[in-house]
């Protein structure tokens, strides 16, 4: 069983920045992050392979957040820059044995969630 904890999120206007982290007791194949706002599906925003770094990231958040890892510490990284309050939603990050999985039921752990609130 993997433990996974989320930090970094926080109360932000629009077109600032955060980064949040996830530390993980274990590794599976990747690790990805999703978000959840208020009365809407839990959706993907991206995706990092623990070997190698391949990413993989939602449309809508393409050219604004970046996905990191650092293997030493078993820790991956969303930066998120230029947000926007539709970014605005609980962020989850979780693990999968799926290369690059975007579909929420290839994820096997989850965390407990960290929330981000993007102000107009």
């Known amino acids: 069983q993997v433990q996974l904890v989320e930090s970094g999120g926080g109360l932000v206007q629009a077109g600032g920045s955060l980064r949040l982290s996830c530390a993980a007791s274990?590794?599976?194949?990747?690790m990805g992050w999703f978000r959840q706002a208020p009365g809407k599906e839990r959706e993907f925003v991206a995706v990092?392979?623990?070997?190698?770094?391949?990413?993989y990231y939602a449309d809508s958040v393409k050219g604004r957040f970046t996905i990191a890892r650092d293997n030493a510490k078993n820790i991956i990284y969303l930066q998120m820059n230029s947000l926007k309050p539709e970014d605005t939603a609980v962020y989850y990050c979780?693990?999968?044995?799926?290369?690059?999985?975007?579909?929420?039921?290839?994820?096997?752990?989850w965390g407990q969630g960290t929330q981000v609130t993007v102000s107009s």
């Open positions: 979780a693990t999968s044995n799926y290369r690059l999985a975007k579909n929420r039921y290839e994820y096997d752990y």
């Open positions: 990092i392979t623990w070997s190698g770094g391949s990413t």
């Open positions: 274990g590794r599976t194949l990747c």
